[in-house]
């Protein structure tokens, strides 16, 4: 089945990426994703249908880009259909087996004369504060001192009992609101300007995409900016019809130090989870900011070893507030920095030829079409950790050894042939239509990652600084060629037969493996 989405309604909900857009538009579709900024969702068609990926084909203007167009604009979709079965998708091989999405991208009109379009917003973000009920200082105190009251337990000496109020109290005015210290208002904003127009023989679309969302938690992330340049244009001569295509984009992404997925962090030592978790878990009477924990080798032993120690950040102390080896969110999500860079460039180029009018021999009844289809795209992707070490308590600490900056660099590059020869017939009642073709594809892979840890402060953040450094590179190189034919035939428009046939070889099998008839 095909299923047709509204591309302008789409369009009426902030999104960074299409994918999320297709959130309930389309049934037998399901989207999941995180939430940060820029995050690129998890899409599956009909549910599971792989023990691997289960991500869906995306085809853009005619031209497989993957599993994934988190570096595309929104603003520049004209249509999208989402094929949701095995016989719809066919034509696109095993690749097609958890579906494919078709997008195609705005194109200009003839003889239109030059029509400039700017749309925009500027959007907040705001978290809803009053979904969970939490202890302020002052109950956090009372409940504290009546708990160890009951169970006979020690109270810590920042605690004690007002005989006037009848209540337990904290040793000074300390009260933080930690939905307060650790939320705040984001920032989303889009600006789009669309240049179209042609003439009699040619049409052209020029697109330029900002968008920018800034996330809702303080410290290092997350955070989302994507610029994105787009070019449409078509050419017809006679019996030859050209299309050419590119697209830039440019996008920054900077992660939360530790999500919801609780991401291992080596060298990382007492009650440190994601910060939406720590929020919910730190003590009212410990303060969001303290300067004197820059310094903490009077109060904890093990902090001689850091020259910053808690970068100012509020701390529990285990005669004060208890041993309770919580972690402060702000300084955790301040303090581990995750950031990507993505540059990728997509240039497609296609022609068609009516070989009948070409002869002279035009017909409106028949039609014979040789189509060629070219593509190429590089992306290039810097992925940035610093995770620096920093010292809360004796439980709470990022070990100095495990101090660790990485960088890796990854670049994939595609290029795409596809030669592909059709007839459109009717006869009477009967239309047939026949297809067959012929692809070739070839992607490349490099990565190269260097890591260094334990680095002399005052910081100067190169790996070539660390005490102990390592790297690594790795590459690959895959091709698939296939031949496809797909016939269509229906009779008065009511009845349908349809038949699809690819065959492929992929060098990612063995040599006894490597071709397979997929009817």
């Not at 995306?58 to 094929?83: A, H």
């Not at 017809?236 to 939360?256: I, R």
Request: charged share 20%; net charge negative; aromatic share 10%.
């Amino acid at each position: 089945s095909v299923a047709i989405v509204d591309a302008e309604e789409m369009k009426k909900v902030s999104n960074s990426n299409i994918s999320t857009m297709l959130q309930g538009k389309a049934a037998g579709v399901q989207i999941t994703t995180d939430g940060q900024p820029g995050a690129d969702p998890s899409v599956r068609i009909r549910g599971i249908g792989s023990f691997g990926s289960t991500a869906p084909l995306y085809v853009i203007d005619g031209v497989p880009m993957g599993t994934t167009i988190r570096d595309f604009s929104p603003n520049d979709i004209e249509t999208i259909q989402v094929l949701k079965d095995a016989s719809a998708g066919a034509i696109y091989g095993s690749r097609a087996a958890n579906g494919v999405i078709i997008i195609t991208t705005k194109q200009g009109s003839k003889e239109q004369p030059m029509k400039i379009d700017y749309s925009g917003y500027l959007g907040v973000d705001n978290i809803n504060k009053n979904v969970y009920e939490v202890m302020d200082a002052a109950e956090y105190s009372n409940f504290l001192g009546v708990s160890a009251a009951n169970s006979g337990t020690t109270l810590p000496k920042g605690y004690s009992y007002n005989s006037t109020t009848g209540k337990y109290q904290f040793m000074d005015d300390t009260d933080t609101d930690w939905f307060d210290e650790v939320f705040k208002v984001g920032i989303r904003q889009n600006h789009n300007v669309n240049i179209s127009g042609g003439g009699k023989n040619n049409t052209y679309n020029v697109g330029l995409d900002y968008f920018d969302q800034e996330g809702t938690l303080e410290g290092a992330g997350p955070n989302y900016t994507r610029f994105t340049a787009r070019m449409n244009n078509t050419m017809e001569a006679k019996f030859v019809k050209l299309k050419l295509g590119l697209v830039y984009s440019h996008s920054s992404q900077d992660n939360m130090a530790i999500s919801n997925a609780s991401e291992y962090v080596q060298g990382l030592y007492g009650d440190v989870t994601n910060v939406l978790r720590g929020t919910l878990l730190m003590q009212p009477t410990i303060k969001a900011y303290d300067e004197s924990t820059w310094v903490l080798d009077d109060k904890v032993g093990a902090a001689s070893k850091y020259n910053y120690d808690a970068y100012g950040y509020g701390v529990y102390y285990d005669d004060i507030h208890g041993d309770i080896s919580a972690s402060n969110p702000l300084l955790v999500n301040n303090n581990l920095e995750r950031n990507t860079l993505v540059d990728r460039i997509v240039a497609t180029g296609s022609a068609n030829v009516d070989l009948l009018d070409m002869v002279g021999q035009k017909n409106d009844n028949h039609k014979l079409n040789y189509n060629i289809n070219l593509s190429y795209s590089k992306t290039v992707c810097k992925d940035y950790t610093w995770i620096g070490a920093w010292i809360q308590s004796n439980r709470v600490y990022l070990a100095k050894e495990n101090e660790q900056l990485s960088e890796k660099y990854r670049t994939n590059t595609g290029a795409l042939i596809e030669n592909t020869l059709s007839y459109d017939g009717t006869f009477g009642n009967s239309h047939l239509n026949i297809l067959v073709g012929q692809t070739f594809e070839k992607e490349q892979y490099h990565e190269l990652f260097a890591r260094g840890n334990n680095y002399p402060e005052p910081y100067y953040l190169q790996i070539t600084n660390a005490e102990e450094r390592d790297a690594s590179s790795y590459e690959s190189t895959h091709v698939l060629a296939s031949y496809l034919g797909r016939l269509n035939y229906d009779f008065a428009g009511k009845y349908l037969v349809s038949a699809t046939v690819r065959y492929d070889g992929s060098s990612r099998l063995s040599s006894e493996d490597r071709w397979e008839v997929f009817p």
